[in-house]
């Protein structure tokens, strides 16, 4: 699903198997980061990563960032977009944050939408530098 659209077939590479294992053990073993993953009769369908930050701006705020949001194209238009992040910002307020954060591609104009529809502002700009 990381490769399922122009942008990710550009910067994925799903033969190198090893890399996104390494990664996943990482997100895994470190209690402020969760995984999600939707399943639909027994086939993956949709994932999302929800990172918490503690900060001390807005009064030593915790911040849910949400990143990696994926839907697999069959499960497109079903409502399971909304699910999962419905599902995260419940999560987020569950583990105490004050704020859930994503950023989305500049070019993806369909996806801001669907955020601002869910309540999701864009109130900032965001800025990458590629290492």
């Not at 915790?62 to 909304?82: D, K, N, P």
Request: net charge negative; proline share 2%; hydrophobic share 40%.
């Amino acid at each position: 699903m990381l490769a399922d659209d122009p942008l990710g077939a550009a910067r994925e590479a799903p033969e190198e198997l090893e890399r996104y294992v390494a990664a996943f053990e990482t997100i895994d073993a470190d209690p402020h980061q969760f995984l999600a993953v939707a399943e639909r009769d027994g086939e993956v369908v949709g994932t999302f990563q929800l990172t918490f930050i503690s900060g001390l701006s807005r009064q030593g705020a915790t911040r849910a960032q949400l990143e990696a949001v994926r839907v697999h194209s069959s499960a497109r238009g079903s409502g399971l977009g909304r699910q999962l992040i419905s599902w995260a910002i419940d999560e987020a307020r569950r583990r105490g944050a004050a704020l859930v954060q994503l950023t989305s591609d500049a070019s993806r104009s369909d996806a801001h939408r669907f955020y601002e529809r869910l309540g999701f502002e864009a109130s900032h700009t965001g800025f990458k530098l590629a290492l």
